[in-house]
């Protein structure tokens, strides 16, 4: 059984930076492509950021291009997404996922396993 934990989520106020670690459990983390998805209060889950599986493919949402970096340690079994210049609108409950394939995707529903979030808020 795959599961994925979210940590590092906090308050934190706008132009400050968060780092955000999902731990993986199971022995082939590195086989898989992840991501990175979020949903603010009375919103849809969105995408935030993926990364495939060596790592060396990443692709991110507009609102958030320039400003988060995802990336993996496939040692670790852990992914993380650095944000910086965070803003208002950043606020929201952060989910990290995995898919059953190895190349990226912005499409929630083709991830299979999701971990539980971590809220993020950022305050003015």
């Known amino acids: 059984q795959v599961q994925l934990v979210e940590s590092g989520g906090g308050l934190v106020q706008a132009g400050g930076s968060l780092r955000l670690s999902c731990a993986a459990s199971?022995?082939?983390?590195?086989?898989?492509?992840m991501g990175w998805f979020r949903q603010a209060p009375g919103k849809e889950r969105e995408f935030v950021a993926t990364i495939n599986w060596t790592g060396g493919t990443t692709t991110y949402a507009d609102s958030v291009k320039g400003r988060f970096t995802i990336s993996r340690d496939n040692v670790k079994n852990t992914m993380y997404l650095q944000m910086s210049s965070l803003k208002t609108e950043d606020t929201a409950v952060y989910y990290c996922a995995r898919r059953l394939r190895s190349g990226t995707s912005r499409m929630a529903g083709e991830y299979e396993y999701w971990g539980r979030g971590t809220q993020v808020t950022v305050s003015s």
């Open positions: 199971g022995r082939t983390f590195g086989n898989y492509a």
